[in-house]
Antibody, heavy 117, light 107 residues
């Protein structure tokens, strides 16, 4: 069955770089796109960016200067790197299977990231 | 960016009631809208896409409607398992944007 699982550090120092991995199963990264979405506690989600099935990427312009999304199809993994983290980057980070005009139909369990010294 | 404004922010209703949640886009999104349900401590789950298409496995008491800039999610015969926050999301244009959510409780 379709599964996505995020992994990465739960605590990041201010100004440091966040590195997260999304490991997928039950579908191919060359057939489906994956988006990263984050959500501060008690607030609405924010779309961060998308790894298209063809390897192209799209980013939220608000984060573009700090964000990079890449993948390793042989390992069924999508990676997120975001630099210069600040306290307002604290929240839960999700990877999702993004079916574009059919919505995000599968979500990982999320990884809680706290930016604090 | 397209702003998504949801109302109400919170809602309390009785079991068996019908509730409606509204979502207004800052410009026409041509039915490029999804609705998600997020239960406490869980990840969001897709309910509706293309404004009115029910995602596989979602109970038929959920329905979506609307066009242009105005959209709504209706829940018929409210059940206890519907206690959750609900978010709309537009995918008509980048960046994809979400509403701030509606928290639904049982009265």
């Amino acid at each position: 069955q379709v599964q996505l699982k995020e992994s990465g550090p739960g605590l990041v120092q201010p100004s440091e770089t966040l590195s997260l991995t999304c490991t997928v199963s039950g579908f191919s990264l060359t057939s489906y796109s994956v988006s990263w979405v984050r959500q501060p506690s008690g607030k609405g989600p924010e779309w961060m960016g998308r790894m298209w099935y063809d390897g192209d990427t799209a980013y939220n312009s608000a984060l573009k200067s700090r964000l990079s999304i890449s993948r390793d199809t042989s390992k069924n993994q999508v990676f997120l790197k975001m630099n210069s983290l600040q306290t307002d980057d604290t929240g839960t980070y999700y990877c999702t299977r993004d079916r574009h005009t059919m919505g995000m139909d599968y979500w990982g369990q999320g990884v809680m990231v706290t930016v604090s010294s | 960016d397209i702003q998504m404004t949801q109302s109400p922010a919170s809602l309390s209703a009785s079991l068996g009631e019908t509730v409606t949640i509204e979502c207004r886009a800052s410009e026409d999104i041509y039915n490029g809208l999804a609705w998600y349900q997020q239960k406490p401590g869980k990840s969001p789950q897709l309910l509706i896409y293309n404004a009115n298409s029910l995602h596989t496995g979602v109970p038929s008491r959920f329905s979506g409607s609307g066009s242009g800039t105005q959209y709504s999610l209706k829940i018929n015969s409210l059940q206890s398992e519907d206690v959750a926050s609900y978010f709309c999301q537009q995918y008509y244009n980048y960046p994809l944007t979400f509403g701030s959510g509606t928290k639904l409780e049982i009265k």
